[in-house]
């Protein structure tokens, strides 16, 4: 294979940073067609496109994403001598673009992210969005894994792959009151408001039939879709909240919330969506390998 033309990857990665042929080629002062044959001699090279066309828009493929990784890390390394020469040492790291479902708890996304964090090699970008634009990211390969507690099913275009990274127990939790007897479940529940997660949680279907079996109609104060909002909500709620307790882990350990009932049949499971790819991002191999479930069979869209 001949030497790469860096003149093909400046002129790429400029097509890719602006997102157009038209504003790269009025940058860099040449005509379109100059620019778009810079660039099929760029992908002739490397034998793959690196742009598809969707209604009018240059998207990047998942070859060209990776050529951008690397054309970003060439000129930084520029970027770096000159900046080394002048005594401002800088040093290029690995990206890793994790999405996050804006509901999910930020304790488990900690906990999970963990491992890459004081790394002077990952360079971490997370984003937080709905499942969709979450999806429309992972599949436009601008972000490498997303984070959700429930598993995504395939589409016409699309097989998704879940990774089943962690499950976590739920429990009734609520502030720490008078001592007396036991809390009683489900019976308690007759009289005893509670806040719950809202119906699009899989823990909230799974509570619900519980109590229906049991023909309790319970009180809710409140049923929220956001675990940051039902935390705070749990710490400012005389009755008791339907959450995992690594939501409130904080709060348990000050004393400020206590757990008092474990639903011994409800778990919450965290999965990581990914799509199969030909260049897989190898700081998300390592991450998944280090997940407390990562020995478990994958769960297939």
Do not use: C
């Not at 699309?158 to 990274?165: E, F, P, R, S, V």
Request: proline letters at 5%; a positive charge; zero cysteines.
């Amino acid at each position: 294979m001949s030497r790469l033309n860096y003149h093909h990857l400046r002129y790429f990665w400029a097509i890719a940073s602006s997102g157009s042929l038209t504003r790269a080629a009025s940058q860099l002062n040449v005509s379109q067609s100059a620019l778009s044959a810079q660039l099929k001699a760029l992908e002739d090279q490397l034998g793959h496109p690196l742009f598809e066309r969707v209604s009018k828009k240059l998207i990047l493929t998942e070859a060209g994403r990776i050529a951008l990784d690397y054309a970003n890390t060439v000129f930084q390394a520029g970027d770096e001598l000159v900046g080394t020469l002048r005594d401002r040492p800088r040093t290029s790291r690995q990206v890793l673009r994790v999405g996050a479902l804006a509901t999910l708890s930020r304790n488990f996304q900690l906990e999970f992210l963990r491992p890459m964090l004081g790394r002077d090699d990952i360079e971490l970008v997370i984003r937080s969005g709905t499942m969709r634009e979450l999806l429309q990211d992972l599949q436009a390969h601008s972000l490498d894994v997303v984070l959700a507690n429930r598993a995504v099913q395939r589409d016409a275009t699309t097989a998704w792959h879940n990774d089943l990274i962690a499950e976590e127990p739920v429990s009734l939790i609520g502030r720490p009151g008078r001592r007396g007897r036991a809390f009683r479940f489900p019976q308690d529940l007759k009289t005893t408001p509670v806040l719950l997660p809202s119906l699009d949680s899989e823990m909230r279907i799974a509570f619900d039939r519980i109590l229906a079996d049991a023909g309790i109609r319970p009180i809710i104060e409140a049923e929220v879709d956001d675990m940051a909002m039902l935390r705070l909500l749990a710490r400012e709620s005389h009755g008791l909240t339907l959450v995992p307790p690594v939501v409130v882990q904080d709060e348990l350990r000050a004393g400020v919330l206590k757990e008092r009932f474990r639903l011994p049949q409800l778990r919450e499971r965290f999965y990581a969506i990914s799509q199969r790819r030909r260049f897989p991002n190898p700081a998300l191999k390592v991450l998944l390998s280090r997940a407390p479930l990562a020995h478990r069979a994958s769960v297939r869209g």
